[in-house]
């Protein structure tokens, strides 16, 4: 945890008031809102006149950088502010305007942020700084998430060869039609998806936990091939073998289940879900 | 509690007791349930720093 570093601790000791919400509870929710926090955990900076400086979505094991961009923001670099400042000087500075845009995308803003987005493509048309993939991809997910528009992302996604881009764009579609509580929908684009990423062991395993959550009978065979295809990809993801062995019970093959259960377990001992399957696919063998 | 969050001056009103942490190792949060009753002086240069973490 980046918070328990001491060269870290001890500069945001010295340079910030600092306050730990839980997202999720008391009055988390409702900060998270007014400030359209979309990921735990996330790190806000205030002026002492309320106005947010910047913000810090998610934390990808980079302390360093952690460190250097906090060390920014006290100093006012790096920030949307400065950003803007640099822009006014310099209104056709392609990347400039890309991080524009991704700080009004960090701060929930995706109308503003798809603004400045919408001016790569005309000011750099032979995609010479690399952009357009990431903007044709952020303008269908404003598409999607603003105007339930759902074309943007599904031509994205069948004209798309790019692994990564594939696999958050179907889990952009997959998390708005189960928002919509729309299980058709879902299990066409899990279908999609996993034609598209064959070895995506997450994607394979995202399907088949959702034909085990939704007790999907029809499909526990299909959904019991595809968890064996992602333990193959990830031998020791636990999260998987707890997917195979949960389907393999409900399909009622239990000395399976029970040799998949053990296989998580084994991975994972000190996790108490694994341990009360494994005691309740034996009990029912008695 | 959830008036306070109905402008970001109650947020900074609620946090003005974590000051007096400059030469703790790691970072010293407030827990917010023990801000209640705090003046508001003394913050007027500072800088707020809102880590917003999720526990499931």
């Not at chain 1, 404003?142 to 696999?167: G, R, T």
């Amino acid at each position: 945890m980046v918070f328990q570093d001491e060269e870290v601790g001890k500069y945001i000791n010295q340079n910030f008031i600092s306050l730990k919400i839980n997202s999720r509870a008391g009055e988390g929710p409702a900060l998270r809102e007014k400030y359209k926090v979309s990921a735990s955990p996330s790190v806000l900076f205030f002026s002492f006149d309320g106005m947010e400086i910047d913000r810090i979505v998610g934390f990808g094991g980079d302390r360093d950088g952690y460190l250097h961009t906090i060390q920014d923001y006290t100093r006012g670099r790096n920030t949307l502010q400065d950003y803007l400042t640099h822009l006014k000087n310099d209104p056709d500075d392609i990347d400039m305007i890309m991080k524009v845009a991704e700080k009004y995308n960090d701060r929930g803003d995706l109308q503003t942020a798809v603004a400045y987005y919408k001016q790569i493509p005309s000011l750099d048309p032979d995609d010479e700084n690399g952009y357009r993939s990431e903007v044709q991809f952020q303008i269908a997910v404003y598409e999607l998430v603003d105007h339930a528009n759902v074309l943007p992302m599904n031509n994205l996604l069948k004209s798309s060869a790019e692994s990564e881009n594939l696999n958050r764009g179907f889990n952009r579609l997959l998390r708005y039609y189960s928002n919509q509580q729309d299980t058709l929908k879902v299990l066409e684009t899990y279908e999609k998806a996993v034609a598209k990423l064959p070895d995506d062991a997450d994607m394979l395993n995202g399907y088949a936990w959702y034909i085990f959550q939704h007790k999907i009978q029809s499909k526990y065979a299909q959904g019991i091939v595809l968890a064996r295809h992602a333990v193959k990809i990830a031998p020791k993801a636990d999260a998987i073998w707890d997917t195979l062995g949960q389907l393999l019970f409900a399909d009622g093959q239990v000395q399976e289940a029970i040799d998949a259960m053990q296989k998580a377990s084994d991975l994972a001992p000190d996790e108490p879900s694994y341990k009360e399957n494994l005691e309740k696919y034996s009990k029912s063998l008695l | 509690m959830r008036r306070i969050f109905s402008s970001m001056a109650g947020v900074l009103f609620l946090t003005l007791l974590a000051c007096t942490t400059a030469e703790k190792k790691a970072v010293n949060f407030e827990d917010i349930s023990s801000a209640e009753g705090l003046e508001k002086a003394g913050l007027q240069n500072d800088i707020l720093m809102v880590y917003l973490y999720s526990d499931g």
